[in-house]
């Protein structure tokens, strides 16, 4: 079993930033690598940042150049840096991994971001 539990949402104006966390536990040896994914009301789940075959980070064209991923490898925790924020931002934010083995896509419970002024 693996556990993803995803903090740092919350209400900000525009302009503002937020920093997600996503820190994964259980038997982690068994996914890949963790990445951000987003949905908005009434819409479907869009990947935000993701890592792609080549271990890179892959950006939604909407958010490049305001969003950043990290990770910390040690702590299991990928965070996601959001800076310029826009009320098109507004969403909840999951985090993802594919199990390594099965293929089977994990989330987490999800955060709300809220851009608002």
């Known amino acids: 079993q693996v556990q993803l539990v995803e903090s740092g949402g919350g209400l900000v104006q525009p302009g503002g930033s937020l920093r997600l966390s996503c820190a994964a536990s259980?038997?982690?040896?068994?996914?890949?690598?963790l990445d951000w994914y987003r949905q908005a009301p009434g819409k479907q789940r869009e990947p935000v940042a993701v890592?792609?075959?080549?271990?890179?980070?892959k950006y939604a064209d909407s958010v490049r150049g305001r969003f950043t991923m990290s990770r910390d490898n040690a702590k299991n925790t990928v965070y996601l840096q959001m800076n310029s924020l826009k009320p098109e931002d507004t969403a909840v934010y999951y985090c993802?991994?594919?199990?390594?083995?099965?293929?089977?896509?994990?989330w987490g419970q999800g955060t709300q971001v809220t851009v608002s002024s």
């Open positions: 993802h991994a594919k199990h390594r083995y099965s293929g089977l896509d994990l």
């Open positions: 259980g038997m982690t040896s068994r996914i890949n690598a």
């Open positions: 890592i792609t075959s080549g271990g890179s980070a």
